[in-house]
């Protein structure tokens, strides 16, 4: 009792995390718990660019100078490189679909996953210091492993992912993930490079009262979208809140319950974001917190894509927001 008072537990680490629930893991191989731990590496470095963002920024020039030619890149292709040479490395991947990467990039032949990335989510948030992203899609690949990537390795339904997550560089940096078993969220503690277990079995509450959405473009929204946020508006309980980082605006809404909408507009009548590496990872969290995913009208994991690079339009958060947004549409 004393000694807990004088020195507190900080929780369970993120390896050990892995370790202790593998068994959870329909193909407990220890391959998918190395691959997390690659992504977890990675973001460690990311982070660590984050960090010094500002400092590169106020010296673009020495930044744009130093050798190996990383650092003369923008800070979300620098991300990309930073999590294809974690994943290279680790030999699980087959194969990863990127934000970044025009066509599909083949890593190892002998891997058993696909990974979809965004690597660096909210860039346009970097140079005013305000929280940023990452998020990532696991899959199997389906075809046996040595053989050619097929297109069904690669364009996978949502509902198939074997495990997703966000990292959300912020206040602090935190990793959340799950693998089909409920959520679980991770603190960083820089000072030991370690993820710890600060935010164990997350669930998203039912209801909320924040509505995250750019209303830039609100005059060309659908019809039904335009009604759906004057409702919100009329709700006087509710309060607006949007951050234009994807992770970051999710991330609130989870914890505080909320609906994060980005709908069709007439710039981009499918939405804008991306389907395969941004909304269906999202999804698939949002779901085992309790939470819903949609386009309006079709569950998110169960939209089968045809591009890797597809746009959807995205409601999710709180389970009865979405549904009452769904009603909408
Ligand atoms: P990215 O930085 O990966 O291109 O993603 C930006 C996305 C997402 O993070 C955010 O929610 C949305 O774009 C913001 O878009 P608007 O500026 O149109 O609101
Ligand atoms: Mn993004
Ligand atoms: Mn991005």
């Known amino acids: 009792m004393e000694q807990s008072r004088i020195a507190h537990s900080i929780g369970i680490a993120l390896d050990r995390f892995i370790k202790n629930n593998q068994e959870q ?63 290279t490395k680790g030999g699980e991947v087959c194969a990863l679909i990127s934000e970044e990467s025009e066509s599909f990039v083949d890593l190892n032949n002998e891997g058993k996953y696909m990974i979809a990335i965004d690597p660096l989510d909210g860039s346009s948030n970097i140079d005013v210091n305000v929280s940023i992203g990452t998020i990532f899609s696991i899959y199997r690949r389906k075809s046996p492993t040595g053989t050619p990537i097929r297109e069904e390795d690669i364009l996978q339904k949502g509902s198939e992912q074997v495990a997703s997550g966000y990292i959300l560089y912020g206040s602090s940096t935190m990793l959340v993930y799950t693998t089909g078993h409920g959520v679980n969220g991770f603190t960083y503690e820089p000072t030991l490079g370690e993820y710890f277990l600060s935010h164990p079995d997350l669930k998203m509450p039912e209801e909320g ?115 009452k947004a769904e009603s909408f549409c």
């Open 209 to 323: 009262k924040i509505f995250s959405v750019n209303e830039g473009p609100a005059n060309s929204f659908p019809a039904a979208v335009k009604q759906y946020v004057q409702y919100c508006k009329d709700k006087e309980t509710y309060i607006a809140r949007y951050i234009g980082s994807l992770v970051a605006d999710f991330h609130r809404n989870m914890l505080k319950g909320g609906i994060y909408i980005y709908p069709a507009n007439s710039h981009n009548p499918k939405g804008k974001l991306r389907l395969m590496y941004e909304c269906n990872a999202l999804a698939f969290i949002a779901e085992q917190a309790g939470g819903k995913a949609t386009d309006g009208k079709i569950r998110i994991l169960d939209i089968q894509p045809t591009t890797l690079h597809q746009r959807t339009p995205f409601y999710v958060g709180s389970l009865r927001m979405v549904e």
């Open 25 to 87: 893991f329909q193909y407990a191989s220890g391959e998918l718990s190395q691959l997390l731990r690659d992504i977890a590496l990675a973001s460690k470095v990311v982070n660590r660019e984050v960090n010094k963002a500002g400092l590169i920024d106020i010296m673009g020039a020495l930044g744009s100078q130093n050798s190996g030619g990383d650092e003369q890149q923008k800070l979300d292709v620098l991300a990309n490189i930073r999590f294809t040479r974690a994943l």
